[in-house]
């Protein structure tokens, strides 16, 4: 069974920054397009951000432009999520998945993600 484990997360000021991580022993990580998804009580998945098998292509959803960096260490199996500037507004569970998959516009889908860890809170205080 795939594991994957987020860490990081936690309570932040506004203005603030936290480094989320997600490590997989199981997951043969170069395979999979990898995936940030966060989710506030009672809303659906919302794309974060996404990296491709190798890490050269990113994409990230238009509010956090500027102010997240996803990364990935494929030897270590492990992908990043640098959050700085931290709003009030980011507060959710943030949770990593994984796609196998080449590169496309469906890597915002959070459907098409056939793994998930268990999630990681993210506070904010304003």
């Known amino acids: 069974q795939v594991d994957l484990v987020e860490s990081g997360g936690g309570l932040v000021q506004a203005g603030g920054s936290l480094r989320l991580s997600c490590a997989s022993s199981?997951?043969?990580?170069?395979?999979?397009?990898m995936g940030w998804f966060r989710q506030a009580p009672g809303n659906e998945h919302q794309f974060v951000a996404a990296?491709?098998?190798?890490?050269?292509?990113?994409s990230y959803t238009d509010s956090v432009k500027g102010r997240f960096t996803i990364s990935r260490d494929n030897a270590k199996n492990t992908v990043y999520l640098q959050m700085n500037s931290l709003q009030a507004e980011d507060t959710a569970v943030y949770s990593c998945?994984?796609?196998?998959?080449?590169?496309?516009?469906?890597?915002?889908?959070?459907?098409?993600?056939?793994?998930w860890g268990q999630g990681t809170q993210v506070t904010v205080s304003s």
């Open positions: 998945a994984a796609y196998r998959a080449t590169w496309g516009t469906e890597v915002r889908d959070p459907n098409k993600y056939a793994y």
């Open positions: 199981k997951l043969s990580f170069g395979l999979y397009v």
């Open positions: 990296i491709s098998r190798g890490g050269a292509t990113i």
